[in-house]
C-alpha cells in the first residue's frame, strides 16, 4: 500500500448549457479548486474528457489545458473511459499521489455538448457501444430501455408499477437538483410533469434519461493530512456488446470495482453514509443500488419507494440531483460525483441538502454501458475509524466468473425474445422509430436483430432472417419451429459414417 492520499479541494462550473468554450470551462473550474485547496504549485495536472475530438475538434487537449492555466512545463495526461472518464481520471491522479512520486495533483475533467444537434450527440455516444450493436441502430437509451424491460420482468412488475418506479426515481432526483445551485436542471418535477413527457425508448421517457450538458469539475489530490481522505476504489470491466453477458439486470463491472472499493476501505456496504450512483437512465439507479449491496436483487424498487434513498433516508443516493437532473458532461460526471461526496462529508451545504452526520461517502459511475464502471470511495479524517484485526467483508459481488465468447453467426433460425424496445430518438442516420431486441437462439447464442412487427412480448417464439449484417426477426409460427428442432435433432444423431471417422 502506498502513501495516503487526501482531497484538498474542489470546484466546478455551473452545468447546462453554456456560451464559454470547453478550455474556459475546465479553466474556471481548475482555479476554484486550487483556491479551495489553498494550493497553488501543482506536480502534474490530469485531464479527463470522452470525445473532445468528436465534439469541439480539438485534440491534444491536455497540453492545450495546461498552456492555458499558465502551468506549461507541468506534466499533463489524458484519461478517456467513456462516460466514466471523470472517475478513471481521478484514479490515474490517485495512484501518482500514492506512489509517492508527486505532492500535489490537479484534476480536471469536462465536455462541451449542447452546440451539436441531438441526433449527432446521440451519434457520438453510440461509438461507445459495440459495433454490431451499433450498426443495428441501438443508442444507449435503446439498450438501457431494453435492460429495463428485462428488470420488470425479472422483479414480476406489471408495466403500470414499472412506470411507477422509474417516476419516483426521476421526482426524486429532480427535487434534489432543486436544491443544488449547480444543476442543470433546479425545477421539482410532478409525476403529472413525468408521464406527460414524451417516449424516447420505450418504457423510458424523457424524465429518465440524463440530458445534454455542458460543463466542468476539478479536484486537487494532496499527500499533505486533509480533512477527506481517500479510503477505496475500485475499477472493472465487462463485455463490451451487452449481448454477450450472463445478465441483462446487473452490472458485473459494478459488483467487481465494489468488492475492490471495499476491501480497500475494510468496510461493507451498511457503512456507507451516502452514494452518488450513476442515473443516466432512471433504472440504473435502481441497479446501481443493488449492485453496491444497498438491496438484495430486484428490492432496490422497494427501498425507493419507502423512501430509504432520500436525503433524510437511511442510504441517500444523489442528494446532488444526479446525473438526472445536475446533468450530465459526459467526460465530467464521475469528478462531479467526487466532488458532491466531497462536500456532503465537509457538511458544508445547505441543510435542505446536507446529509447529516455524513462520514463514509460512496461514488459509481460507469463508462460505456456499463463496461469499464468504476467506485470510489472517500471518509472523513477528523475521528478514528478503528478497522478489526480479522475485518471479513460481508459484500457478496455475486457471480463474477467469465465466459467464452462466441462471435460465430448462430446456426440456428428460430429463437426467444428476451427483451425488446421501440426506439424514438434514434442516432443520426437510422431510421425512427426502430424496435430492437435480444433473441435468444435454439443453439443458445444471443443476438441483437429488428423487429418486423409490433405486439411483441418477452418470451415470444420468433424467426430469424438475415439481410447482409443485420439480423431481423418476426414472430416464429411453432410448425417451423419445430422442424428446426427435428432437424437438428436428426443431423446429430444420424450422423454419416466417414464424417464420425473424419474421412472425406
Not at 423 to 433: C, D, F, K, Q
Not at 445 to 468: D, F, P, S, T, W
Amino acid at each position: 500500500m502506498g502513501a495516503e492520499v487526501y482531497v484538498a479541494g474542489v470546484g466546478m462550473t455551473k452545468f447546462g448549457k453554456s456560451t464559454e468554450s470547453l478550455p474556459e470551462l475546465m479553466v474556471e473550474a481548475a482555479f476554484k479548486a486550487m483556491g479551495d485547496a489553498n494550493i497553488h504549485t501543482i506536480d502534474y495536472v490530469f485531464i479527463g474528457v470522452m470525445s473532445v475530438e468528436e465534439f469541439t475538434g480539438e485534440s491534444n487537449f491536455a497540453a492545450l489545458i495546461t498552456d492555458r492555466l499558465g502551468l506549461s512545463g507541468v506534466p499533463s495526461s489524458r484519461v478517456e473511459t467513456a462516460s466514466s472518464t471523470g472517475s478513471a481520471v481521478f484514479e490515474s491522479a490517485f495512484y501518482a499521489v500514492a506512489s509517492g512520486y508527486h505532492k500535489n495533483v490537479l484534476i480536471i475533467a469536462g465536455e462541451k455538448m449542447t452546440h451539436l444537434p441531438t441526433a449527432r450527440t446521440t451519434k457520438i455516444l453510440a461509438e461507445a457501444i459495440e459495433q454490431n450493436e451499433r450498426n443495428h441502430g441501438a443508442s444507449m437509451p435503446a439498450l438501457a430501455a431494453m435492460i429495463t424491460q428485462k428488470y420488470q420482468q425479472e422483479a414480476r412488475l406489471s408495466t403500470e408499477q414499472m412506470q411507477s418506479v422509474l417516476a419516483k426515481v426521476a421526482i426524486k432526483n429532480h427535487y434534489n437538483g432543486s436544491l443544488n445551485p449547480y444543476a442543470q436542471f433546479r425545477k421539482v418535477v410532478s409525476e403529472e410533469d413525468y408521464f406527460a413527457s414524451r417516449w424516447v425508448s420505450f418504457p423510458l421517457r424523457t424524465y429518465d434519461c440524463a440530458p445534454i450538458t455542458d460543463g466542468a469539475v476539478a479536484v486537487v489530490l494532496t499527500a499533505e493530512k486533509k480533512r477527506i481522505r481517500v479510503s477505496g476504489l475500485g475499477h472493472a470491466t465487462d463485455t463490451l456488446a451487452v449481448r454477450h453477458r450472463d445478465s441483462f439486470t446487473s452490472f458485473r463491472s459494478t459488483r467487481l470495482a465494489a468488492q475492490q472499493a471495499y476491501n480497500m476501505a475494510k468496510i461493507n456496504p451498511q457503512d456507507i453514509s451516502v452514494a452518488e450512483v450513476h442515473d443516466a437512465f432512471t433504472p440504473f439507479e435502481i441497479i446501481g443500488t443493488e449492485d453496491l449491496g444497498f438491496f438484495p436483487p430486484q428490492q432496490g424498487w422497494k427501498a425507493l419507494g419507502k423512501g430509504l434513498t432520500s436525503i433524510k433516508g437511511k442510504i441517500p443516493i444523489n442528494p446532488s440531483g444526479g446525473l438526472k437532473a445536475r446533468g450530465h458532461p459526459v467526460g465530467a460526471s464521475g469528478l462531479a460525483q467526487i466532488a458532491e461526496v466531497v462536500w456532503q462529508l465537509r457538511g458544508e451545504l445547505e441543510p435542505s441538502r446536507q446529509v447529516q452526520g455524513a462520514r463514509i461517502g460512496l461514488s459509481q459511475n460507469i463508462g460505456g454501458l456499463a463496461n469499464n464502471n468504476l467506485v470510489t470511495i472517500l471518509e472523513r479524517t477528523d475521528s478514528y475509524r478503528p478497522v478489526p484485526v480479522y475485518w471479513q467483508s460481508l459484500f457478496d459481488p455475486g457471480n463474477t466468473e467469465t465466459k467464452e465468447i462466441s462471435e460465430q453467426a448462430p446456426a440456428a433460425n428460430y429463437g426467444t425474445l428476451e427483451t425488446f424496445t421501440t426506439l424514438y430518438t434514434t442516432p443520426e442516420g437510422v431510421p425512427s422509430p426502430l424496435t430492437l431486441g435480444f433473441v435468444r437462439t435454439n443453439d443458445q447464442k444471443m443476438i441483437l436483430a429488428r423487429a418486423r412487427q409490433e405486439n411483441l412480448k418477452i418470451g415470444q417464439r420468433v424467426q430469424l432472417e438475415r439481410e447482409g449484417d443485420l439480423f431481423y426477426f418476426r414472430e416464429g409460427s411453432f410448425t417451423g419451429w419445430m422442424q428446426e428442432r427435428i432437424g437438428r435433432w436428426l443431423s446429430r444423431v444420424f450422423v454419416p459414417p466417414n464424417a464420425k471417422e473424419g474421412k472425406s
